[in-house]
């Protein structure tokens, strides 16, 4: 009984970790398309074009994140996400899914 | 909009009728020092209950305004908007848009970081356009000085429409002023920052004809948030459903349209009250120490030191005040036992007053943690700590805010479920909140080394790894794995209640505010003994009785017996006493469940007399060794020899030594897993505000521990 409850875990995590992969590999088809803060290096900066996620779009407009304004990626954690930006003089952290909707000019 | 102010009814008692009391409402930014204003404004004048229907602190406060004037201060969450993005922020318009107009604060008070106005405003051009009479509090003029932005107040006053105070929470600058300000009569602004779009009028209009509302903004947010205004009925919200359905209105759309226009409108008003002079320095300082503190080698060594102090502090720190207390109520009990006796007088000592000590023991505990977690949150370290270890946790559904409470785990659970309240995300926060308690903290320390003792040989590898330590640094590695893998289990199972967001502004460092930290402490506190106390004394003292009762005559045939038994043995008076307790709990209402539950625990490998501590040790893991020393006439003793001695002379029916391996490891294995502290199932209670979560985290612990115990037994016998 204890060995089943640890295999349906284990192949939980396994499950997660696929769909993980999927969604890199959907992320590199899209970042083909165009430029989002992701693709920044540390001390690059660029424009906001605009935001591809409705919903997380209102958080980061409110945040100040608005199209036309300054992004610059600021910093990264250790294991590369998440990251900090500067934007409008304040710096924000967000992790590297949310950086992805924040498309760039 | 003039607003009188006037007196609420249930006050009016208490306060004359010519002293009428205000209602105010503290809003702005998270980071913008509301909280610093709200404790300058109501210092130890604090109060915390509840926002109704939600699981949010709605801390209030009474502030004297002017001799004669007293203001009730409410302090709401933090929010960037009016649009809320958690649960927390949902009683902000729970607030502000409640139909009775008696429940609105008379005013609120806008605060706002001076150095950082413009994403600053949002909030305040949307309060505004609600037509709710304002005082906008520029708080940190000297950072924002240091900085170089120079604001003019004067214009930005007449911009904005409303009184401006520059002020500096932190050192009390400006507080006079504001509370001259706002014991006065103030109007709303008669300026419009955000005019509902054309195309929205007829549905506005027809909003406010059905709601008999007379402000266009404040309809349109009945049509943004109608499914979370709790007043609406639901005939309303199908109403309001329908209405939006034939008018095609798209609220994200809308919603950003009307932020991107706030925006530009907030720009126009900079522009004319704000100059930042100072050229751009080359970078900030805070910038500079985050390449150290979140270096991927020296953060996590800095992180670990400070892990390190924390813990060394709850852990060893503590146990001062807490051998203090302890001696504090064992010095008061046999006091009264000295002086007076009776049934009563022992339910007084042995239940109340241990049940209240077993309350206080925590706050040594409870006090350091939290000063710690106050200073890290103040001085803007935790943002960082989340930023490191949110990638890590985040696999095992959890948050990088997650860590403090489960390493304060190790020492307490209860104040590490009660350090979770930083987490905002309700689904992490409720993980979080249901695995500390599997990490092995001080409590099971006792027992682990009593165990231990008796079944582990103190042998040397390599001259410096000690056997029992291995063990014994084996349990707490094991909890820490079922955490995180109970983590996995509960990510998958549980829904979540709202997307989580990462998003969050990453303070400047600076210096904690002692008085907030002061105050934190102070509450949390509090908190623990009001709220937790009640229970852990109720349960306290029904286990109490459970144990010095027993049906009938029982009690006085448990002692012949025992002291028949001495007599033929030849033993001295305290081996006789030791005998007459044993054989006392033996016959009590514990000792009847021990034999009650016998055949249930009997294939984990326990006997009736484990079955007493397993129950009284319910109270709290450390009650385990003193029971099994009282069931085995040990008396009295502390000393880990002693108990190890007496444990390893106890024959079972057919003459072996009773406590094999098999039975040690499998109640190690027990304690590691069950959930054996009513202190932590109370926290539980008071932290979630529901019964359904300790009692899911009881079965579940108590599970895992049984089969646990039960595969471990099984497999080593």
Redesign the interface.
């Known amino acids: ?2 060995y089943r409850g640890t295999a349906c ?1 284990l192949q ?2 396994i499950n997660s970790l696929n769909k993980r992969r999927e969604i890199v590999r959907n992320r590199i088809q899209k970042s083909q398309d165009q430029k989002s803060v992701r693709d920044l290096k540390i001390g690059e900066s660029g424009e906001i074009s605009s ?1 591809n996620d ?11 994140c ?2 036309g304004a300054e992004v610059k990626l ?2 990264k ?6 990251v ?1 930006i500067i934007v ?8 590297l899914d ?1 950086a992805e909707t924040i498309l760039l000019k | 909009m003039a607003v009188t102010i006037e007196a609420e009814a249930p006050e009016a008692k208490k306060v004359p009728v010519h002293q009428p009391v205000a209602r105010i409402a503290l809003i702005g930014n998270p980071n913008s020092g509301k909280t610093s204003l709200f404790n300058q404004l109501t210092g130890l004048n604090q109060k915390v209950g509840n926002f109704p229907g939600v699981t949010v602190d709605k801390k209030t406060g009474i502030s004297h305004l002017t001799p004669q004037l007293k203001a009730q201060i409410i302090d709401l969450p933090g929010s960037y908007s009016l649009y809320p993005k958690s649960l927390d922020e949902r009683v902000i318009i729970d607030l502000l848009y409640d139909p009775v107009l008696k429940n609105r604060p008379d005013l609120v008070i806008v605060t706002a970081d001076a150095s950082n106005l413009k994403r600053n405003l949002l909030l305040f051009t949307q309060l505004a356009d609600l037509r709710i009479p304002a005082v906008l509090a520029l708080n940190m003029m000297d950072v924002a000085e240091t900085e170089g932005v120079k604001i003019d107040v004067e214009a930005l006053q007449r911009d904005l429409g409303v009184p401006v105070i520059p002020m500096n929470a932190r050192k009390g600058i400006g507080i006079a002023a504001l509370k001259i300000l706002v014991s006065q009569q103030l109007s709303a602004t008669e300026v419009a920052f955000f005019e509902v779009p054309a195309n929205l009028r007829p549905m506005v209009d027809q909003i406010k004809e059905r709601f008999s509302l007379n402000n266009d903004y404040l309809a349109l947010h009945y049509a943004h948030q109608y499914k979370h205004l709790r007043f609406l009925s639901e005939e309303d919200k199908v109403w309001v459903a329908q209405l939006l359905e034939a008018q095609g209105f798209k609220s994200t759309t809308e919603q950003a349209n009307e932020t991107i226009a706030r925006y530009v409108r907030i720009n126009e008003v900079l522009l004319d009250a704000v100059r930042v002079e100072k050229a751009k320095e080359e970078e900030k300082f805070s910038n500079k120490l985050d390449q150290i503190l979140t270096h991927r080698v020296y953060g996590y060594l800095i992180f670990m030191g400070l892990l390190f102090l924390v813990f060394q502090a709850v852990f060893a720190w503590a146990s001062y005040p807490m051998d203090l207390i302890d001696e504090g109520i064992a010095a008061l009990n046999s006091l009264i036992q000295a002086n007076f006796n009776g049934p009563l007088i022992n339910l007084l000592t042995e239940g109340v007053i241990a049940g209240l000590g077993g309350v206080l023991i925590f706050i040594p505990q409870i006090a350091i943690l939290f000063a710690f977690i106050a200073i890290l949150e103040e001085t803007g370290y935790m943002a960082r700590v989340t930023f490191m270890m949110d990638k890590i946790m985040r696999k095992f559904g959890l948050n990088g805010k997650s860590v403090v409470p489960l390493i304060s785990g190790v020492a307490c659970a209860v104040p590490a479920v009660m350090s979770a309240r930083t987490i905002e995300n309700w689904k992490d926060r409720m993980i979080t909140i249901f695995v500390t308690p599997l990490m092995s903290c001080s409590a099971r320390i006792p027992v682990y080394t009593v165990l231990i003792a008796l079944v582990v040989p103190e042998v040397y590898y390599l001259g410096f790894m000690n056997l029992q330590g291995i063990v014994l640094m084996g349990l707490y590695l094991l909890g820490f794995l079922s955490a995180i893998l109970s983590a996995l289990l509960l990510k998958v199972l549980l829904k979540a209640r709202e997307r989580s967001y990462f998003i969050m502004e990453f303070p400047v460092y600076r210096m904690p505010r002692w008085k907030n930290v002061g105050l934190t402490i102070f509450e949390k506190s509090r908190t623990f003994v009001l709220e937790a106390g009640k229970i852990i004394v109720a349960v306290s003292i029904i286990l109490w009785v459970l144990a010095s009762y027993g049906p009938g005559d029982s009690f006085e045939r448990a002692e012949e017996r025992a002291v028949a038994e001495a007599e033929v043995k030849g033993l001295g008076e305290e081996q006789t006493n030791n005998l007459i307790s044993s054989y006392q709990l033996e016959s009590s209402y514990a000792g009847k469940f021990g034999h009650a539950i016998e055949p249930a625990i009997r294939p984990l490998g326990y006997d009736w007399k484990i079955g007493i501590a397993l129950l009284t040790s319910f109270a709290a893991r450390e009650v385990f060794v003193g029971t099994i020393s009282t069931i085995y006439s040990i008396g009295e003793e502390e000393n880990v020899t002693t108990i190890k001695d007496k444990l390893m002379s106890e024959k079972d029916a057919d003459g072996n030594p009773f406590f094999t391996p098999a039975r040690a490891f499998s109640l190690l294995i027990f304690y590691a897993f069950a959930m054996q502290c009513i202190s932590t199932l109370a926290i539980v209670r008071r932290e979630t505000k529901s019964w359904m979560w300790p009692l899911a985290q009881l079965v579940y612990m108590t599970g895992l521990a049984y089969v646990s115990a039960f595969a471990v037994f099984q497999l080593m016998s």
């Open positions: 009984m204890q875990i939980l995590f935001l409705p919903e997380m779009a209102l958080k980061l407009l409110e945040m100040g608005i199209p600021n910093s954690a250790p294991f590369g996400d998440p900090t409008n003089d304040y710096t924000l952290s967000l992790r949310e």
